[in-house]
């Protein structure tokens, strides 16, 4: 069963700013891999329960106790722009 | 005494409590070895000259004074550069990290500091921890110390490279679909997965939280033993950190494989498996029968869909565990009108194609109206594969299967061909679904010379039986080869 993939929409969603070439030649490696990943549809899994954690564990909590985290200046040091203490970015929003 | 960069940590703990030796001067040795390698193997993205240098003569003091904190301290260790460290660059292989000094040391490396290790600097691997070879690393492949044309398996290349060669005494890797176990066996060294759980992924750089678990590379068998005892243990920062009484990992080291039943899963130990790899693996089956172990097939059908589960479920996890990687807080930047823009381009030019492709491939699959045939199917699939384990270990103490189909391929080799390089993960890929411990162990190598290991997988927190029947297999095995570079008169 051959797999279409809308490429260009999986890319926006990703956050993946790719050429259109680059889309291109991943589309179908996309495809190719899809179909071998795809055999999971042929295994019966009526009443199987999905897996997403192989601990069985529940409510991994720590008591609500304020500590040091991490240092700000030091973490402000790696920004790629800041000002005032902020993180800053370009514009969400384009003008009208 | 020989050059103390070829002592196993064992050997190394008493020459340190001994006249013998200093933390210093085994650095030193293992400096120079990796002075003589680097240039054929780049196994190292970073040595942090002054850090281990500093620890080292911490260690000396602290052997001085009586202050004795096991058998890790003054030990050179080196770090996947997936595991951040404080003030050291860190940039898990990818341009998307070039020049980020983490604000945090990971857990494992508090630990390891905390025992009085070393840590001698950041190893290869591939971008993000996503491959088989340490091919897809943003700063160029590392090679195999054993044949330089080709690769130290992956993702943790680099680590397996470092220590086969002798520029650390041991290494810690991180294991999601095979990454310490496979590149061990590639590299002739010992190379361990524990229990999801038992080690902290706090610090790890995440890749599929699911799946994810750092482990020992070294060795011996016993050095493994040394190095988990140092870096597992709850961790109240890590979530998924295993709360309940761990046993002794230990416990059973030396017992033998007497009367144990030795399950081999047929699923595992037929497609692509290289005849000397196959005849290797049955070599060790009649010395395990041998010396009192019973040998049983098994059958475990849903194994052979586990490649499948995992190239939807890794990929899904890691969709989600990349997007902080947006160029808004650390990390490269590249320019854009809009947020979106910016974070388009940056995400494009800082990931490589491995990267992209596996960020495509999870999106995709968790997307609306596709997530129920994809990642929801999986997840059912990784539900079998977790069963047919229980029911395999109702009737065998331990499963057993060669490590990797085949030993060290060419460089380039399978580069063009994404599904070739996945396939070398089929044996490991399957406890990583399941969250059960395995350990690779080197008992021979082929006929041009390439190591072969050997797995052995246990029932999740049965640690000290993996270990034992480990131990028995590298009794059995008696492999002491090591590769031409692990010497100390220079490149072969």
């Known amino acids: 069963m051959p797999i279409d993939i809308d490429i260009a929409k999986v890319a926006r969603l990703a956050r993946l700013g790719l050429s259109a070439e680059e889309l291109a030649a991943y589309g179908s490696q996309l495809e190719g891999i899809l179909e071998h990943a795809a055999r999971v549809q042929a295994l019966p899994t009526e009443g199987v329960e999905p897996t997403a954690h192989p601990l069985p564990m529940v409510n991994a909590h720590r008591s609500d106790e304020v500590e040091p985290t991490l240092d700000r200046d030091e973490v402000l040091a790696q920004a790629p722009d800041h000002v005032d203490g902020f993180f800053r970015v370009p514009a969400f929003l384009e003008d009208e | ?492």
């Open chain 2, 1 to 492: 005494m020989s050059d103390p960069a070829d002592l196993t940590i064992a050997e190394a703990a008493t020459a340190l409590r001994s006249d013998d030796l200093t933390a210093v001067e085994l650095l030193a040795a293992v400096r120079r070895r990796a002075t003589m390698t680097e240039a054929n193997i780049h196994a190292y993205l970073t040595i942090d000259a002054e850090g281990a240098e500093a620890s080292a003569r911490a260690a000396d003091d602290a052997f001085a004074s009586g202050d004795d904190r096991g058998p890790l301290q003054g030990i050179p260790i080196a770090l996947k550069d997936n595991m951040v460290t404080r003030g050291l660059e860190t940039t898990a292989s990818s341009q998307i990290l070039a020049g980020w000094h983490p604000p945090y040391d990971a857990t494992v490396v508090t630990r390891l500091r905390d025992a009085g290790a070393v840590i001698v600097g950041k190893t290869n691997l591939d971008e993000f921890a996503m491959g088989s070879s340490t091919e897809n690393s943003a700063y160029g492949t590392s090679r195999n110390p054993w044949d330089p044309e080709r690769v130290p398996g992956g993702s943790s290349g680099g680590s397996a490279a470092a220590v086969a060669v002798g520029s650390a005494l041991a290494a810690l890797g991180s294991d999601t679909g095979g990454s310490v176990r496979q590149p061990a066996s590639l590299c002739g060294v010992v190379g361990m997965k524990p229990t999801y759980g038992l080690v902290s992924r706090y610090g790890l750089i995440a890749f599929a939280s699911s799946l994810d678990q750092i482990g020992p590379i070294t060795r011996t068998v016993a050095d493994a033993l040394a190095v988990l005892q140092g870096i597992s243990g709850h961790d109240p920062e890590d979530a998924t950190s295993y709360r309940g009484e761990l046993p002794d990992f230990g416990s059973q080291i030396d017992r033998g494989v007497e009367g144990l039943k030795i399950g081999v899963v047929s699923e595992l130990s037929a497609e692509g498996t290289e005849p000397a790899v196959g005849a290797e693996f049955r070599t060790m089956l009649e010395r395990l029968e041998g010396a009192g172990a019973e040998i049983k097939e098994l059958s475990l059908p849903s194994t052979a869909y586990a490649l499948s589960a995992y190239y939807l479920i890794a990929p899904a996890e890691c969709s989600a565990n990349l997007a902080r990687f947006d160029g808004v807080r650390f990390g490269l930047r590249l320019d854009g009108e809009t947020v979106e823009e910016m974070m388009g381009a940056t995400r494009a030019a800082g990931f490589g194609p491995e990267v992209i492709r596996r960020i495509l491939l999870g999106t995709y699959a968790l997307s609306a109206g596709y997530y129920d045939a994809f990642y929801g199917q999986a997840q059912k699939v990784r539900t079998l594969v977790i069963d047919d384990f229980k029911q395999a270990y109702e009737q065998a103490d331990v499963l057993v299967t060669p490590t990797s189909p085949t030993t060290a391929f060419k460089v380039g080799e399978r580069t063009d061909d994404p599904l070739a390089m996945y396939l070398s993960d089929l044996c490991t890929i399957p406890s990583n679904l399941s969250g059960d411990p395995g350990i690779s162990v080197p008992t021979g190598v082929d006929d041009a010379g390439l190591p072969i290991g050997f797995q052995v997988l246990a029932p999740a927190l049965a640690e000290p039986l993996m270990f034992r029947v480990a131990k028995a297999v590298e009794d059995l095995a008696g492999f002491d080869a090591r590769p031409a570079l692990a010497s100390s008169e220079g490149a072969a």
